[in-house]
């Protein structure tokens, strides 16, 4: 895990030179079908400089739609309804069309969590990086394919010259996502936004793009927003994590907390499932499934799945507590603004005995 001081919570509000990006009551919907769907709902969040923030939560969540939203990339029907993105202190959703595509690409990069998607297969991948540069550095053409070039050779591609002639079909998983790494890192951003950059890539392969980002982050002395539903790499990744469910935070905590003391019966049951048991011991897992989001139960949209509810959890939708040492959670089990829980909560599995630790 990273070891590096953790900065201080942010209070809603509170502004600090550390702050990098600032998300406050973001809301993002869909109109689907005569329905509308929340899918970021009253979201707020900071992201320091040179940290890593791990956004996390199941499929559905709406952790990539917050990462397009941060990029106004939102397509119809989706649509930002409500709230403010702050970046190097500037709202991002006042931002002329014109001034969000200077922003975009430059000073927050986004790494697509499919890279043969995100990839045009009718250009070769040293094209493409070339053309990242021109639209953002407006250098010559000749410097454009130099530093493509360059920036495959930074992300550890062998062969970066032969490799930049190469279309995307022809490369591996790895190599297209280290591509894609390499586009994001073209105009030296501030922030990178890392949605899911591991996914379907084996174990081997996933280390090392986990230990390029690492190595590109100090480098280039860049902040990381890292989307992702594996734990594994959130604890071997982020300094701070967010928890995310039904396009809800429900949890913020530094990395070692939320680990050793989780406070959402959400966090609990995920770190459940996970974590390391005796051999041919049963995971247990979350009972229910994840809600429509077009259809959430009224209170809290975990109450179903909870094995910790109150009555109060089917009625009112909870507010958050802030219990100390960055950490947040939206849960009725803790009282605004308080640290002691209302109500016990249940024992966590990984907490029935030392044989399960």
Same mark, same amino acid.
């Given at each position: 895990?990273?070891?590096? =001081?953790?900065? =201080?919570?942010?209070? =809603?509000?509170?502004?600090?030179?550390?702050?990098?990006?600032?998300?406050?009551?973001?809301? #993002?919907?869909?109109?689907?079908?005569?329905?509308?769907?929340?899918?970021?709902?009253?979201?707020?969040? #900071?992201?320091? @400089?040179?940290?890593?923030?791990?956004?996390?939560?199941?499929s559905g969540s709406g952790k990539s739609v917050t990462a397009l939203s941060i990029m106004r990339l939102v397509a119809p029907p989706g649509r930002i309804v409500s709230g403010s993105i702050a970046f190097e202190g500037c709202d991002l959703l006042a931002l002329p069309e014109r001034r969000m595509q200077a922003v975009r690409g430059a000073r927050i990069a986004l790494v697509f969590q499919e890279p043969l998607s995100a990839l045009n297969p009718v250009f070769t991948v040293g094209d493409q990086i070339a053309e990242a540069v021109l639209v953002h550095k407006q250098a010559s053409r000749r410097e454009a394919r130099t530093r493509a070039v360059a920036l495959l050779d930074a992300v550890r591609i062998p062969d970066p010259a032969g490799t930049a002639r190469a279309y995307p079909h022809q490369l591996s998983g790895g190599m297209r996502q280290r591509v894609l790494i390499a586009m994001a890192l073209c105009c030296r951003p501030a922030l990178v936004i890392a949605d899911e950059p591991t996914t379907a890539l084996d174990v081997t392969i996933q280390a090392e793009i986990l230990d390029l980002?690492?190595?590109?982050?100090?480098?280039?002395?860049?902040?990381?927003?890292?989307? #992702?539903?594996d734990l594994g790499v959130?604890?071997?990744?982020?300094?701070?994590?967010?928890?995310?469910?039904? %396009?809800?935070?429900?949890?913020?905590? =530094?990395?070692?907390?939320?680990?050793?003391?989780?406070?959402?019966?959400?966090?609990?049951g995920l770190l459940a499932s996970v974590r390391g048991h005796t051999e041919g011991r049963h995971l247990p897992g979350?009972?229910?499934?994840?809600?429509?989001?077009?259809?959430?139960?009224?209170?809290?949209?975990?109450?179903? @799945?909870?094995?910790?509810?109150?009555?109060?959890?089917?009625?009112?939708?909870?507010?958050?507590?802030?219990?100390?040492?960055?950490?947040?959670? @939206?849960?009725?089990?803790?009282?605004? %603004?308080?640290?002691?829980p209302t109500s016990t909560i249940l024992q966590r599995p990984s907490d029935s005995g030392p044989e399960d630790r």
């Open positions: 895990m990273p070891d590096q =001081p953790m900065p =201080p919570a942010m209070e =809603p509000g509170q502004s600090s030179p550390d702050v990098l990006l600032e998300v406050r009551r973001l809301s #993002t919907v869909f109109a689907v079908a005569h329905r509308t769907v929340r899918a970021v709902d009253d979201v707020s969040f #900071t992201v320091h @400089r040179g940290e890593t923030l791990a956004l996390v939560g199941e980002l690492r190595e590109m982050k100090a480098a280039y002395q860049l902040s990381l927003l890292l989307i #992702t539903h959130v604890a071997e990744m982020a300094d701070r994590v967010l928890v995310m469910y039904a %396009g809800r935070i429900v949890e913020e905590a =530094p990395i070692h907390t939320v680990f050793a003391a989780p406070a959402h019966p959400y966090t609990q979350i009972d229910g499934t994840v809600p429509d989001l077009a259809a959430l139960p009224p209170g809290c949209a975990f109450s179903p @799945r909870c094995p910790s509810r109150i009555p109060r959890c089917e009625r009112e939708a909870p507010e958050e507590s802030r219990l100390g040492a960055g950490q947040a959670v @939206r849960c009725h089990l803790y009282p605004p %603004g308080g640290s002691s």
